[in-house]
């Protein structure tokens, strides 16, 4: 599986975003998918998740309400809706596949950086 995350880019706080998670490969639609960030000078964290068939999602609590995730199998893409942006969001975003329901990640995108402006 390969992975391409695109849409990043430079929006005021307070607006809004769309990324989207393109995926190579048959097997994409059996693959768990979680959106993780870095800041820089900080340790990449965890940010949304979302399981196969879409219907288990999970958030991490900073962008709990503002952040949604969804994914389309048909389309091969998991999109990650971001709104009411903050500040502190600014970071590289990087989607990632996983074989195991999220305990691992097996197959990670490039990233795409991500930049609020106060």
């Known amino acids: 599986v390969q992975l391409q995350a695109s849409g990043g880019g430079l929006v005021q706080a307070g607006g809004s975003l769309r990324l989207s998670c393109a995926a190579s490969?048959?097997?994409?639609?059996?693959?768990?998918v979680g959106w993780f960030r870095q800041a820089p000078g900080k340790e990449r964290e965890f940010v949304a998740y979302i399981s196969w068939s879409g219907s288990r999602t999970n958030y991490a609590d900073s962008v709990e309400g503002r952040f949604t995730i969804s994914r389309d199998n048909a389309k091969n893409t998991v999109a990650l809706e971001m709104n009411s942006l903050k500040p502190e969001d600014t970071a590289v975003y990087y989607c990632a596949a996983s074989g195991s329901r999220g305990i691992k990640y097996d197959y990670w995108g490039q990233g795409t950086l991500v930049t609020v402006s106060s």
């Open positions: 490969g048959r097997t994409f639609s059996s693959y768990a």
